[in-house]
């Protein structure tokens, strides 16, 4: 489950190193190509809100399955795409379909006794981040070298392949709540209004995310503007760096496992926000953006698995719809923080991003000790 969601999560940024290729295809402008990356978070966004509450009224083994297969086709229309627009139209259309991970991360909740469920947690989650991580890695190496076409091909095939894989592997899981889909949709906003510990978590993984995406969006701009000029092989390397946060996960999951309390959150936030002075002081240098790499990924992974057992611990018949409501935020937390990163990028450079960074960070902090249950959640 973990590598499928590795696998399946990567769909979303094959394209990000191979947009100077996409542009000389379609002859297109950086604004223009900028509506790829775009419709693909907007169409994961929806995905969210409309495909993953699904989890909780249908069959979810069925569910994980067609929604692979799904991907694997859209993917194919990115491969076949004669025209920018299609291209955008069909980048959409892998963003709606590649929610299997929020799928499977609910579904490995589910099966987990409670006792292990933040281990069980950190595990899928571990493999979702390095999908994430290596992705652009992976993209680089293989679009350089055979072209941008033959790494949505290659996905493609990744995809078909796993729901052969999940198909026989998996067992089978009921619908927990077999709400009509209307109803399914406005309980959304009853998890909301009823569940307190909902609504901070989601809140302190928006703001983590906002802070992690902020120096993700403009990380290649820096790299580009330092005496060197590093490209985007270089600042794909990073991601690889960036592995040794993601596989602490299952460490930070066990620790939720045994604590309930906000301690896990406020040190793991602490480490975001000590990332970002990592990098305000030290990143001129490479080794020292990669020890805040380090620093950004550890935090910011351990913050959202402690959310996330903390989260499906609340009703176990709505987990699929309680990690709607909390990735739905935590999306609009993260395209905020890419927003005001490119904003701040532009105004202050560097330094900019950073505070950016640290304040969303702090932030978070403040959120946890003024709303924050100062004892164990049951």
């Known amino acids: 489950m973990a590598a499928a969601a590795g696998l399946s999560v990567a769909n979303l940024y094959y394209h990000q190193p191979l947009l100077g290729d996409i542009g000389q295809t379609f002859q297109a402008s950086d604004r223009a190509l900028g509506l790829i990356p775009a419709f693909s978070q907007v169409g994961y966004a929806l995905g969210l809100l409309l495909v993953v509450p699904l989890g909780d009224s249908l069959e979810r083994r069925r569910v994980i399955v067609v929604m692979t297969a799904l991907v694997s086709l859209a993917l194919m229309g990115v491969a076949l795409s004669p025209s920018l627009p299609w291209m955008v139209v069909a980048s959409g259309l892998v963003g709606v379909t590649t929610v299997v991970p929020q799928l499977l991360v609910p579904f490995a909740a589910h099966l987990a006794p409670a006792e292990q469920r933040g281990r069980v947690v950190g595990t899928v989650m571990s493999g979702l981040l390095i999908g994430i991580l290596l992705s652009r890695t992976a993209s680089g190496f293989l679009g350089v070298r055979f072209g941008w076409r033959v790494m949505f091909w290659i996905a493609a095939a990744l995809m078909l392949l796993l729901v052969g894989v999940l198909r026989f592997s998996l067992p089978s899981q009921h619908a927990s ?27 302190l993984g928006a ?14 701009l820096y790299l580009h503007s330092l005496p060197r000029h590093y490209g985007a092989q270089v600042a794909g ?3 690889a760096v960036g592995v040794a946060g993601a596989v602490a996960a299952p460490l930070v999951g066990r620790y939720a496992d045994v604590r309930g309390d906000r301690r896990i959150n406020a040190i793991a936030i602490g480490v975001l926000l000590l990332s970002f002075v990592v ?15 380090i620093l950004l990924d550890l935090g910011a992974q351990a913050n959202h698995i402690s959310n996330q057992t903390r989260v499906y611990s609340l009703r176990p018949e709505a987990r699929n719809r309680l990690n709607t409501v909390y990735m739905v935020t935590y999306f609009a937390g993260g395209a905020t923080g890419a927003w005001l990163g490119s904003l701040a990028w532009s105004h202050w450079g560097w330094s900019g991003v950073c505070v950016v960074g640290g304040a969303m960070a702090l ?10 249950p100062r004892s164990p959640a049951k």
């Open 279 to 293: 990098l305000g002081v030290l990143g001129r240098w490479l080794w020292g953006i990669a020890l805040g790499v």
């Open 207 to 220: 703001l983590t995310f906002g802070g992690f995406s902020a120096f993700w969006a403009t990380l290649a």
């Open 177 to 203: 709540s077999p709400l009509p889909y209307p109803a399914l949709l406005r309980s959304l906003v009853d998890l909301v209004r009823e569940e307190p510990l909902l609504r901070l978590h989601s809140v």
């Open 237 to 239: 390397l990073f991601g």
């Open 363 to 372: 932030t978070g902090l403040i959120v946890l000790g003024l709303f924050g």
